[in-house]
């Protein structure tokens, strides 16, 4: 959900009536920046007022559609077939070292971990600046495994436009798939090196049942739970968004709030927002607070806008709201570059903040 102008022009009217100059000057300059690109958190589903990722699909430089770059959607329609040697059995073999859900250890969590600052983003493998944290903001190469932030992509989409050649990857030159067919065989590679990313992106095959995979909910779930033991925190997210909806495991609202914190610890900001959520919805305030700062310092605009209710509610403070203004604005400077804005004016699918 966008905050929109009106929503902003609110904001910036009621501190004004509430703080001084100084403050509101400080503010001013932060909703300036925000008004400019309306600091949109990309799309969401929500679910008793919680949220999941939902991915949008990447168009080409002629703006039409390209492939998926993320295999978790059932609009897809394609056929597994072989591609050099890679074998008919990958499934099989990939689903052998599954773990069962039945023998997953939990781990006690401490609030000591639970709110630690997230590890840094990892950085894009051309330009070397912070990976976003928006999903629309990076994009991940099948081919090799690597991920590239939005404004070089672009930069190398309009490159090939230009050349009128076909676009391909920066690092082993493999040229884009130009079938679904290909995309799944080449991310099938990737799973069989263990790729976090890769096995996220395969468990959604099951989740959907996406082409020749039958709909399996549980070797969904075995997957994501392998992809996210290797890395891939936004797993945990799934496990947590099907622990809530009861989707091919039982409805826990114990277990949903465990995933959640393995993935806001891994710096996922959909489950953070998500935790605190359920601590205000709990009358846990001060904790809903913390997991909103943290959310909004990786540039969430939803929980920013939590806080700000919050204070109008008269459960946060002024310092509270400029805080998270601050930290936001911080992380916007640290992610911003000409190239990708240059990319997010072309086209909402390549908005990184």
């Not at 910036?12 to 300059?29: A, D, G």
Request: proline share 3%.
């Amino acid at each position: 959900m966008s905050m929109n102008l009106l929503s902003l022009y609110i904001i910036l009217s009621y501190i004004n009536h509430q703080i001084n100059n100084t403050m509101v000057l400080r503010l001013s300059t932060t909703l300036n920046l925000l008004k400019k690109r309306y600091g949109h958190g990309g799309k969401s589903q929500y679910c008793n007022g919680h949220r999941s990722d939902q991915i949008v699909t990447p168009i080409n430089t002629t703006g039409k559609p390209t492939l998926y770059n993320k295999l978790d959607t059932s609009e897809t329609t394609c056929t597994l077939e072989d591609d050099d040697d890679t074998s008919s059995n990958n499934s099989e073999l990939v689903m052998k070292s599954a773990h069962d859900v039945s023998n997953i250890q939990f781990k006690l969590i401490s609030d000591e971990d639970l709110f630690k600052q997230p590890p840094q983003n990892d950085v894009c493998k051309v330009c070397n600046l912070p990976l976003p944290t928006l999903s629309t903001g990076s994009k991940y190469y099948e081919c090799c495994g690597k991920v590239l932030c939005s404004g070089c992509v672009h930069a190398l989409e309009l490159k090939a436009n230009k050349d009128n050649e076909p676009a391909c990857c920066p690092f082993c030159q493999a040229e884009a798939p130009t079938s679904n067919e290909q995309l799944i065989v080449r991310n099938m590679k990737r799973v069989q090196v263990n790729d976090a990313e890769a096995i996220y992106n395969y468990a959604h095959c099951y989740a959907s049942g996406l082409s020749d995979f039958p709909l399996d909910k549980v070797k969904a779930i075995q997957l994501w739970h392998q992809a996210g033991e290797l890395g891939c925190t936004r797993a945990y997210d799934k496990i947590a968004y099907a622990h809530l909806k009861g989707d091919g495991v039982p409805k826990d609202s114990q277990l949903t709030k465990y995933y959640w914190k393995l993935a806001a610890m891994g710096g996922s900001v959909n489950a953070r927002y998500n935790l605190g959520i359920a601590e205000e919805s709990a009358g846990s305030i001060d904790r809903a607070i913390r997991h909103y700062k943290i959310a909004v310092a990786a540039g969430d605009i939803e929980s920013l806008t939590q806080i700000h209710q919050l204070l109008l509610n008269g459960h946060a403070t002024k310092k509270d709201l400029l805080a998270a203004f601050d930290t936001r604005t911080a992380y916007i400077d640290k992610i911003r570059s000409e190239h990708r804005d240059e990319a997010a004016e072309y086209c909402d699918v390549y908005k990184y903040y």
